[in-house]
């Protein structure tokens, strides 16, 4: 597709349980970000990929979050063991490269509900 | 470190009137982008307008405009002849230009009345 695709759209699950959070970015982009963003708030930075590497990780709020992107393309954000205060909506975004007036597209998001 | 300050949580226009959402901010950068975002009730952040902190002139992007003051520190929004379609929240967000973090207000929601 020609934008940000992110799966699945919406996430109910049971506190404790594991999730896996899907972004697959626009073709060609380099850079990845995950952000999530709060009932309320605007979108908070978790982590940044450029290629394969996470060269940002300093918003992930702790070590029950976790991203991948193995062949540098598709992302996938996982949480273990989760807790009600995760609920949240998670935003992936991507762009061609990191810096300058480049903006970053955004895909619709994840809403992740934790019962 | 970086902040945006959005001071209107809500905001209420006629159709075909003109609207500006205000967006301050706070950085110790000198170089730094602006941007501004919509997002319906889809979830999807749509980009809409960017500033440079050197452009000499006001962004521009069809009925959207970027109210630059750099002085003050704002980077206010003014959309031009307002349509039901612009409901929606409208988020301010900087980054440093040799970063890739976009620093993001609390958002305004615009409601169009017809």
């Known amino acids: 597709g020609a934008g940000v695709s992110q799966t699945p759209s919406n996430k109910v699950t049971e506190k404790g349980k594991y999730v896996e959070l899907r972004c697959d970015p626009i073709s060609g982009h380099t850079a990845l970000y995950w952000y999530r963003q709060s009932l309320g708030q605007g979108p908070e930075f978790l982590i940044y990929?450029?290629?394969?590497?996470?060269?940002?990780d300093s918003g992930l709020p702790n070590d029950r979050f976790f991203a991948v992107r193995p062949e540098g393309s598709v992302s996938t954000l996982k949480i273990q063991r989760t807790e009600r205060g995760d609920s949240a909506v998670y935003l992936c975004a991507s762009s061609l490269r990191p810096g300058g007036p480049t903006e970053a597209f955004f895909g619709q998001g994840t809403r992740l509900t934790v019962v | 470190a970086q902040k945006i300050t959005q001071t209107q949580p809500g905001m209420f226009v006629q159709e075909k009137e003109a609207v500006t959402l205000d967006c301050t901010y706070d950085t110790s950068d000198q170089s730094y982008g602006l941007f501004w975002y919509k997002q319906p009730s889809s979830g999807e952040m749509i980009f809409l307008i960017y500033?440079?902190?050197?452009?000499?002139q006001n962004a521009t992007e069809g009925r959207y405009s970027l109210n630059f003051q750099k002085a003050r520190k704002s980077a206010n929004l003014v959309i031009s002849a307002s349509q039901l379609g612009d409901s929606a929240m409208y988020f301010c967000?900087?980054?440093?230009?040799?970063?890739?973090?976009?620093?993001f207000g609390k958002g305004t929601l615009l409601t169009v009345n017809p």
């Open positions: 990929f450029q290629g394969t590497g996470a060269a940002d």
């Open positions: 500033q440079g902190s050197y452009d000499e």
């Open positions: 967000a900087m980054r440093d230009l040799l970063n890739y973090k976009l620093t």
